[in-house]
């Protein structure tokens, strides 16, 4: 799973063996979606999986502040809030 959504560094998990396991998926696919909870964003993990120019979707829950949603969509990145 995910651990942190930071914008300036990416998608973490503070496993490192997850991490390096997600980031060969995430190298072998064609669409990346990744789904989180609101209280993982403005976290860092220990290993980072990606950066966010990898992540085409994101699905989360409506704790997402206002601000981090639109610095997502400002990015291109699709953003899902259930």
């Known amino acids: 799973g995910v651990d942190g959504i930071d914008l300036e560094y990416g ?3 503070s496993n490192i ?8 998926m995430i190298e072998a696919s064609l669409r990346t ?7 993982k964003f403005g976290r860092r ?5 990606c950066s966010l120019d990898c992540i085409d ?12 949603a639109q610095a997502i969509e400002e990015m291109g990145i699709e953003l899902i809030v259930v």
């Open 57 to 68: 979707v994101i699905i989360t829950d409506s704790g997402i502040s206002q601000s981090m």
């Open 33 to 39: 979606i990744i789904l989180a909870d609101s209280s």
């Open 45 to 49: 993990g220990f290993g980072k999986i």
């Open 17 to 24: 063996e997850e991490a390096v396991l997600h980031k060969k």
């Open 11 to 13: 998608i973490t998990n």
